[in-house]
Protein backbone atom coordinates (compact mmCIF):
# COMPACT_ATOMS: atom_id res chain seq x y z
CA UNK A 1 0.00 0.00 0.00
CA UNK A 2 1.26 3.32 -1.13
CA UNK A 3 1.25 5.75 2.05
CA UNK A 4 -0.46 9.07 1.67
CA UNK A 5 1.89 12.28 0.49
CA UNK A 6 1.08 15.70 0.60
CA UNK A 7 0.10 16.65 -2.70
CA UNK A 8 3.41 18.96 -3.34
CA UNK A 9 5.32 16.15 -3.15
CA UNK A 10 3.34 14.00 -5.61
CA UNK A 11 3.48 16.43 -8.27
CA UNK A 12 5.65 18.50 -10.83
CA UNK A 13 5.42 22.40 -11.22
CA UNK A 14 4.45 22.33 -14.99
CA UNK A 15 2.72 19.78 -17.66
CA UNK A 16 4.86 17.67 -19.41
CA UNK A 17 5.02 18.91 -23.40
CA UNK A 18 4.09 15.38 -24.92
CA UNK A 19 0.25 16.03 -22.61
CA UNK A 20 -0.44 18.82 -24.71
CA UNK A 21 -0.36 16.68 -27.70
CA UNK A 22 -2.46 14.46 -26.06
CA UNK A 23 -4.86 16.67 -25.02
CA UNK A 24 -5.24 18.11 -28.98
CA UNK A 25 -5.93 14.40 -30.17
CA UNK A 26 -8.57 13.92 -27.33
CA UNK A 27 -9.95 17.24 -27.93
CA UNK A 28 -10.26 17.15 -31.64
CA UNK A 29 -12.95 13.73 -31.26
CA UNK A 30 -15.25 16.12 -29.12
CA UNK A 31 -14.90 19.30 -30.76
CA UNK A 32 -14.06 21.37 -33.99
CA UNK A 33 -10.25 21.31 -34.90
CA UNK A 34 -10.27 25.07 -35.11
CA UNK A 35 -11.34 25.63 -31.69
CA UNK A 36 -8.69 22.81 -30.02
CA UNK A 37 -5.89 24.53 -31.37
CA UNK A 38 -7.31 27.65 -29.59
CA UNK A 39 -7.85 25.62 -26.60
CA UNK A 40 -4.52 24.35 -26.48
CA UNK A 41 -2.94 27.57 -27.11
CA UNK A 42 -4.98 28.83 -23.48
CA UNK A 43 -4.08 25.77 -21.97
CA UNK A 44 -0.11 26.48 -22.64
CA UNK A 45 -0.82 30.14 -21.22
CA UNK A 46 -3.25 29.07 -18.24
CA UNK A 47 -1.93 29.67 -14.65
CA UNK A 48 -1.52 26.50 -12.68
CA UNK A 49 -4.54 26.36 -10.02
CA UNK A 50 -5.30 23.25 -7.60
CA UNK A 51 -8.37 21.40 -7.52
CA UNK A 52 -9.58 18.02 -5.49
CA UNK A 53 -9.65 14.48 -7.32
CA UNK A 54 -13.05 14.32 -6.39
CA UNK A 55 -14.10 17.54 -7.52
CA UNK A 56 -12.75 17.05 -10.90
CA UNK A 57 -13.96 13.69 -11.38
CA UNK A 58 -17.44 15.19 -10.47
CA UNK A 59 -17.64 17.89 -12.54
CA UNK A 60 -16.23 16.09 -15.48
CA UNK A 61 -18.66 13.39 -15.00
CA UNK A 62 -16.28 10.33 -14.82
CA UNK A 63 -16.07 7.62 -13.18
CA UNK A 64 -13.24 6.81 -10.55
CA UNK A 65 -11.03 3.79 -12.18
CA UNK A 66 -9.77 1.03 -10.58
CA UNK A 67 -6.24 1.12 -8.51
CA UNK A 68 -5.50 -2.15 -10.60
CA UNK A 69 -6.48 -0.57 -13.84
CA UNK A 70 -3.06 -0.71 -15.48
CA UNK A 71 -2.30 3.17 -15.88
CA UNK A 72 -3.60 4.08 -12.97
CA UNK A 73 -1.17 1.73 -11.12
CA UNK A 74 1.31 2.75 -12.83
CA UNK A 75 1.58 6.36 -11.54
CA UNK A 76 0.88 4.79 -8.42
CA UNK A 77 3.41 3.06 -8.41
CA UNK A 78 5.48 6.42 -10.18
CA UNK A 79 4.42 8.07 -6.75
CA UNK A 80 6.10 5.33 -4.59
CA UNK A 81 8.72 5.21 -6.58
CA UNK A 82 9.41 9.02 -6.28
CA UNK A 83 8.99 10.16 -9.56
CA UNK A 84 6.42 13.30 -9.88
CA UNK A 85 3.14 13.03 -11.85
CA UNK A 86 2.34 15.79 -14.73
CA UNK A 87 -0.42 18.59 -13.79
CA UNK A 88 -3.35 17.63 -15.24
CA UNK A 89 -5.16 19.61 -18.25
CA UNK A 90 -9.02 20.52 -18.09
CA UNK A 91 -11.17 22.36 -20.43
CA UNK A 92 -14.51 24.05 -19.21
CA UNK A 93 -17.68 23.55 -21.84
CA UNK A 94 -20.09 25.50 -19.49
CA UNK A 95 -23.31 24.28 -17.50
CA UNK A 96 -25.48 23.83 -21.01
CA UNK A 97 -23.20 20.95 -21.65
CA UNK A 98 -23.97 17.13 -21.22
CA UNK A 99 -19.90 17.07 -19.83
CA UNK A 100 -19.06 20.62 -18.28
CA UNK A 101 -15.44 19.87 -17.51
CA UNK A 102 -13.61 17.86 -19.98
CA UNK A 103 -10.40 15.94 -18.63
CA UNK A 104 -8.23 17.04 -21.86
CA UNK A 105 -5.42 14.55 -20.06
CA UNK A 106 -4.66 13.41 -17.04
CA UNK A 107 -7.76 10.86 -16.22
CA UNK A 108 -5.46 8.47 -14.82
CA UNK A 109 -3.60 10.71 -12.89
CA UNK A 110 -6.50 12.25 -11.16
CA UNK A 111 -7.87 8.33 -10.43
CA UNK A 112 -4.46 7.39 -9.01
CA UNK A 113 -4.46 10.75 -6.61
CA UNK A 114 -7.72 10.22 -5.33
CA UNK A 115 -6.96 6.62 -4.66
CA UNK A 116 -4.10 8.05 -2.51
CA UNK A 117 -5.73 10.80 -1.03
CA UNK A 118 -9.14 12.27 -2.80
CA UNK A 119 -8.69 15.53 -0.55
CA UNK A 120 -5.13 16.56 -2.15
CA UNK A 121 -4.87 18.87 -4.24
CA UNK A 122 -4.03 18.56 -7.70
CA UNK A 123 -2.37 20.84 -10.21
CA UNK A 124 -4.27 22.03 -13.50
CA UNK A 125 -4.22 23.90 -16.21
CA UNK A 126 -7.94 25.39 -16.60
CA UNK A 127 -8.98 26.31 -20.09
CA UNK A 128 -12.64 27.37 -21.44
CA UNK A 129 -14.06 26.05 -24.99
CA UNK A 130 -14.40 29.35 -26.80
CA UNK A 131 -17.43 30.27 -27.80
CA UNK A 132 -19.78 28.80 -25.01
Do not use: F
Amino acid sequence: MVKKKKANTLWKLEPDEHDYPAAYDYLTLLIPEKQVRTVVSLLRKAPISHRKAKDILRASALNLLSPDSEHVAKDMKKVEMGTLLSPVLLVRSGLSSTRPLIVADGYHRICASHHLDENLDIPCRIADVPGR
